[in-house]
């Protein structure tokens, strides 16, 4: 069943290197090296950080490692560091692996252990020998991908280094600036998931798959779940599947036969195994009544209200200075046309819940200390994630919702990713 469906994923997905997982895996090293060589220094430069430390323990996985450990080194064996160098002058990055290490690792890092010397007199040296002004660490008080460092291994390296330990400093700057950024592979890799995750919501909410009043909310979730793992992919998102019904004032219904006059809504984004890449993606579709051709006017009305908002999002996200800059400055405009906005747009890539500039969140539409201070930055990728809401007079005034969510990137412009839901989707 749906084998059809499966196996035109299957060719997009190797077309685009990510099957079978060998090529993922080697894809995945593609990508390291590219972000090792343009990202790191950029990051290092304009964070002013001259030297990073990434120490982890086994079983206590630092979730930075998954952005600079190459795919055959899932975790630390036993305690393993990394260790970056940033030159002013020539601007390039001098790369080492202290402890443990993998044979992908080779030809990526450079192997400084000497005989007899143990991991913390390695990284002593080193730092004495370099002697640099300032020493970057996984802490980090906002985002939890960025606070890696456990407490021990924290007073590990205060101890080995000595003197040198006054140098150490949250590298809130650094690790957001590294994460924020995507390179043009990684884009051309963003691209395709997104058009593979476009593809399932298509299916699943289609005649194809839904039967009127007998399919559930749930049974779209697993089907979604599936696909998913069939591809050997994973779902760091959902999926969630809720539906809006006339005559409950319940905005996110679960668990329900799908039935006529139904609004349904999905949220879903999937990533690889090797390729450390997120999508995002809302959308939302019509089940038509006897006798209907398209929905109620009114509901594709609050719909093209949603892509408004999503425009003027993506304008003040092209010229705007912070996250919190953008949210104030959409808001006002939306109000001003009449929209009901609530806007809370978030960093999308390395993790789903990506690190940079925060565009708002869902209990808080008004000034963000810290993450909505952020600055926007180019080649950032975000989920565009937003509602509008408005009382319709077809659905006895009842308020409706339109939860509405796409993948972004800011290369200068702001554009979709791959391209928008831009009308109801009926079934």
């Keep these: 069943m749906h084998e059809a469906f499966m196996k035109r994923l299957e060719a997009k997905m190797g077309k685009a290197g ?23 220094p950029w990051a290092m430069r304009k964070s002013g950080m001259d030297f990073w430390i990434v120490a982890s323990r086994e079983g206590c996985k630092d979730p930075m490692l998954k952005t600079l450990y190459p795919w055959d080194m899932y975790d630390a064996r036993r305690i393993g560091i990394l260790a970056f160098h940033y030159d002013k002058e020539k601007d390039t990055v001098r790369k080492m692996v202290i402890g443990p290490f993998s044979q992908e690792m080779e030809g990526i890092y450079e192997r400084i252990q000497e005989p007899g010397e143990t991991i913390w007199q390695t990284i002593a040296r080193i730092v004495k020998e370099i002697n640099p002004s300032k020493i970057a660490i996984n802490r980090n008080h906002i985002n939890g991908c960025c606070d890696g460092l456990s407490s021990t291994l924290y007073e590990n390296i205060k101890d ?10 949250d590298g809130e700057p650094l690790t957001v600036y590294w994460l924020q950024r995507i390179t043009p592979l990684e884009l051309e890799i963003m691209k395709a998931l997104v058009n593979i ?4 919501i298509d299916y699943s909410f289609s005649r194809k798959f839904i039967k009127v009043g007998v399919t559930t909310t749930t049974d779209i979730e697993w089907f979604m779940r599936d696909v998913i793992n069939r591809l050997g992919y994973l779902y760091w998102f959902g999926p969630d599947i809720d539906l809006q019904r006339k005559g409950s004032d319940v905005p996110r219904m679960f668990n329900e036969v799908i039935l006529p006059g139904d609004l349904i809504h999905c949220d879903v984004g999937i990533n690889g195994i090797y390729v450390q890449l997120h999508t995002d993606v809302q959308r939302v579709g019509y089940i038509l009544k006897d006798g209907e051709k398209e929905a109620p006017k009114e509901l594709s009305a609050l719909f093209a209200k949603g892509n408004r908002l999503q425009d003027i999002v993506r304008e003040n996200i092209r010229v705007c200075t912070t996250g919190n800059d953008v949210l ?7 109000k001003s046309e009449g929209i009901k906005p609530m806007i809370y747009t978030h960093p999308l890539g390395t993790f789903g819940h990506g690190v940079g500039p925060i565009i708002g969140l869902y209990d808080n539409q008004s000034y963000i200390h810290g993450a909505g201070e952020r600055t926007i930055e180019d080649k950032t990728c975000y989920a565009l994630e937003l509602n509008v809401s408005d009382n319709i007079r077809v659905w006895n005034n009842q308020l409706v919702f339109m939860y509405l969510e796409e993948d972004i990137i800011k290369d200068g412009e702001v554009y979709f990713i791959n391209g928008r839901q831009e009308r109801l989707i009926i079934i």
Excluded: M
Aim: proline letters at 2%.
């Design 18 to 40: 990510l099957l079978p997982i060998k090529k993922q895996a080697e894809l995945s090293t593609r990508i390291l090296r590219q972000r090792l060589e343009t990202i790191l």
């Design 197 to 200: 995750t476009h593809d399932i």
């Design 328 to 334: 104030l400055k959409s808001i006002e405009t939306a």
């Design 160 to 169: 080995a280094l000595g003197e040198n330990a006054v140098k150490l400093c």
